[in-house]
């Protein structure tokens, strides 16, 4: 049985950790109020992206406030592996290492359109769940992207899942996921060796119209 938080952290504490480019790392926590990286004293890049040089760990936990990384550039690990999150936005931000999202639960929308993940990207068991709509439009996944259900358990798409136009460069696998309304794969491209949708079970209206190519470009 996983155990509930204890410890509360106030999310202003994270952000100046974040702003300070000090490693975050907890484990069962309650986070009270949102991740808002807009705000921070952040280095830019050219494009006016934030650069985080922190790790971040927030595993098992709670986020009861909006996590809003958008725009942002992470520069090191990004594992919120079985945590919670109510609210999240990562549109156009950039993974330059893992992204960790195995277990993790998202209970309200799940943003993360033109997102590029250099990096392996774990979703794993994760789960879109109440009616959260998951957004993956335009997103790149570099490095081995994992959609699946392992280890018993089963990655639950509860709301509209939609990966138009997302570009995959390795391994892309959805095995066993479950898609609950609608889930539109229109114009994704698979340049890597495989695309497993092995067991996937679509119980809304599917759209994949799906290109296989092995010339990443």
């Known amino acids: 049985m996983e155990s509930k938080p204890q410890l509360k952290i106030d999310a202003g504490d994270i952000l100046a950790k974040i702003e300070k480019g000090e490693g975050i790392d907890y484990s069962n926590v309650m986070v009270e109020g949102g991740l808002d990286l807009s705000g921070l004293d952040l280095k830019k890049d050219e494009e006016g992206k934030h650069v985080v040089a ?3 760990r927030i595993r098992n936990s709670i986020i009861q406030g909006i996590v809003k990384f958008d725009n942002a550039i992470f520069e090191r690990v990004v594992d919120l ?3 919670t999150l109510m609210l999240a936005g990562f549109r ?3 993974f330059c290492k893992y992204a960790g999202f195995e ?3 998202f209970s309200g929308y799940a943003a993360f359109e033109h997102v590029e ?7 794993s068991n994760a789960q879109f769940s109440d009616e959260a709509d998951a957004s993956f439009r335009e997103a790149k996944f570099r490095d081995n992207a994992f959609f699946w259900s392992i280890r018993g358990k089963k990655i639950t798409f509860t709301g509209d899942a939609d990966f138009q136009h997302v570009q995959f460069y390795k391994l892309a696998t959805f095995h066993r996921s479950k898609f609950l309304k609608k889930a539109n794969f229109a114009f994704s491209r698979f340049n ?3 695309a497993i949708f092995m067991n996937a079970q679509f119980e809304g209206t599917a759209y994949l119209s799906l290109t296989i190519s092995t010339s990443a470009q």
């Not at 250099?118 to 979703?123: D, I, R, S, V």
């Open 192 to 194: 890597g060796e495989d």
């Open 81 to 83: 592996e079985g945590t």
């Open 117 to 123: 993940f250099l990096g392996e990207a774990n979703f």
């Open 92 to 94: 156009f931000a950039k």
């Open 54 to 56: 922190s790790q971040i």
């Open 103 to 105: 277990d993790t639960t």
